[in-house]
């Protein structure tokens, strides 16, 4: 091989190396981020115990705030590992009509730092007014930027209550249609797709995995990741977590756009080196996810 041919296949090499550390970086960036979900809803609507159901983790801090409090609360969830999550608790905006247009500027300020909104509904609330201002002044604008997930809580509670399947823990079938009508109501109300309202029961553990399968939904490609890294794991179906790991190489895809044809068959090499921190079975999976990604991919 001739001078020329070396210092042409170093400069290549260099080139490609260049591209492949900028990709790590921004694979790093990704997989370390520290997502703000604000959780919305009045006192007693069971916001601790959806975030300790959806997370896993004892994260009672959020004590649906009492009217009282005027300031969010912020509650971290870590692992220990790289990223964690913030949680925003926020007084809900029917506790004190005297303060709705304290709470209407609170939650415009809050808003444009968050990149997901989960809002809490009791399943036997009829009062949404309040929320219905605050949602097409505050939130309807800014949907493109923070997604709202509704989240009707306490559906174990539906009428009629005894009719709860105990044994498979989810809701009878007279309790299954007033649910229903109760997710045509709210979607009626906010002008809300019904794919954006999910019903749950904390305490029985129903729907959790839909409404984790409905964030990664919502959310855009690069931040899916960030909310399934610090979701329960039982609470993370298989279709999630493929579809967090695509969003996280569509975003690499975007961003490299000119060159990712270039390195893709380097691809490989760098996920061990950013999803090392989450251990062998994420490293596993993260390549298993790679290598489906660039077969639809390319």
């Not at 950013?274 to 660039?294: D, F, H, N, S």
């Amino acid at each position: 091989m001739s001078e020329l041919q070396i210092a042409v296949v170093t400069e290549e090499s260099q080139r490609k190396q260049k591209i492949l550390k900028e990709i790590r970086e921004e694979l790093h960036r990704i997989r370390s981020y520290t997502p703000k979900v604000g959780v919305f809803g009045d006192s007693g609507v069971g916001k601790s115990s959806l975030c300790n159901a959806l997370f896993g983790r004892d994260v009672a801090a959020i004590s649906d705030v009492e009217a009282c409090t005027r300031q969010p609360q912020e509650i971290l969830i870590s692992n220990g590992d790289a990223g964690g999550l913030v949680l925003v608790d926020v007084p809900g905006v029917g506790e004190d009509p005297a303060r709705h247009k304290e709470y209407v500027e609170l939650y415009k300020s809050l808003v444009p730092n968050l990149d997901l909104v989960i809002w809490a509904i009791k399943a036997d609330d009829r009062k949404y007014l309040s929320a219905l201002e605050v949602y097409e002044e505050v939130l309807s604008p800014a949907v493109s930027s923070c997604p709202v997930l509704f989240v009707i809580t306490q559906v174990d509670k539906t009428n009629p209550v005894r009719g709860w399947d105990v044994e498979n823990h989810r809701p009878g079938v007279e309790q299954e249609q007033n649910i229903i009508k109760k997710i045509n109501d709210i979607s009626s109300r906010f002008n809300v797709s019904t794919n954006k309202i999910v019903p749950v029961a904390a305490e029985e553990s129903y729907n959790l995995k839909e409404v984790v399968d409905k964030v990664v939904d919502v959310l855009p490609a690069e931040k899916r990741f960030s909310f399934t890294r610090e979701a329960k794991e039982e609470n993370v179906s298989e279709a999630a977590q493929q579809k967090a790991e695509e969003g996280v190489w569509d975003h690499i895809k975007e961003k490299f756009s000119g060159v990712i044809e270039y390195v893709k068959e380097d691809l490989l090499d760098t996920v061990a080196d950013t999803v090392r921190e989450y251990g062998p079975k994420v490293i596993a999976y993260a390549k298993v996810a790679l290598v489906g990604w660039l077969a639809k991919r390319f």
